[in-house]
């Protein structure tokens, strides 16, 4: 009964392809993030949906495209794969915007592209 | 420009010490400033968060500060134990923008035996 879960664990793939990781929470949350963690570990956030709704977008390149189908879900498609797009990726969840304990993580996708 | 800056950026000691991790930041205006610990090949797990008025809180061997005045926050861990290596980030938020947060680099900890 994992509260964040992300899949897959781990992703290599060649650069050029088209890839998915998917993230799901039974928490109830209202808000769901993509967060990129780094070589140098810095967690930058990507995107951030509340309801169902995009609310954050940071400057990401357009080959990165979220699709939340219900509160409880939301993936991110990642086209054209290049090798700076390496990282671990990490799914959140909180509520009322992330003040207080509520904001989960979990447990990352590492993607290599090579 | 909004940074959370942590030192240091590495630490050992040994096991049932204690220790003092730093975190100074620039972001204004403040809302909250948690301490999350990130375990290896995990994610982020939050240990405690705290508002502009708060200026101690714990959470087991876990104390943070907070001085708001001087935008400095600490996390002090006492009785050290080895599952307490890990990464510990300090992430601000600012005030109005809770859905986005400033994170460290993290403070990696090894705790020997």
């Known amino acids: 009964d994992t509260a964040v879960s992300q899949t897959p664990k781990y992703l290599v793939t060649q650069m050029g392809n088209d890839k998915s990781i998917k993230c799901e929470q039974n928490?109830?949350?209202?808000?769901m993030y993509w967060y990129k963690q780094d070589s140098k570990k810095f967690l930058k956030i990507m995107f951030s949906?509340?309801?169902?709704?995009?609310?954050i977008n940071e400057t990401v390149p357009n080959r990165f495209s979220p699709k939340s189908p219900d509160k409880a879900h939301l993936n991110l498609h990642i086209n054209s794969l290049e090798l700076g797009d390496s990282a671990v990726y990490f799914c959140?969840?909180?509520?009322?915007?992330?003040?207080?304990?509520?904001?989960?993580f979990g447990s990352g996708t590492r993607l290599t592209v090579v | 420009k909004n940074q959370v800056e942590q030192s240091p950026q590495s630490l050992i000691i040994l096991e049932g010490k204690n220790c003092t991790l730093q975190?100074?930041?620039?972001?204004?205006?403040?809302?909250?400033l948690r301490w999350y610990k990130q375990d290896t090949g995990r994610g982020p797990v939050s240990l405690t968060i705290?508002?502009?008025s708060e200026n101690t809180k714990s959470n087991g061997r876990y104390t943070a500060t907070l001085d708001a005045d001087t935008k400095q926050s600490s996390l002090h861990i006492t009785a050290s134990q080895l599952s307490d290596s890990a990464s510990y980030i300090c992430?601000?938020?600012?005030?109005?923008?809770?859905?986005?947060?400033?994170w460290g680099a993290g403070t990696k900890l090894i705790i020997k035996p």
């Open positions: 959140a969840s909180s509520q009322d915007g992330g003040l207080g304990y509520g904001y989960t």
């Open positions: 928490l109830g949350h209202d808000t």
């Open positions: 949906y509340n309801n169902k709704e995009l609310i």
């Open positions: 975190c100074n930041y620039t972001v204004s205006p403040f809302s909250n």
């Open positions: 705290m508002t502009f």
């Open positions: 992430v601000v938020s600012e005030e109005g923008s809770n859905y986005q947060l400033i």
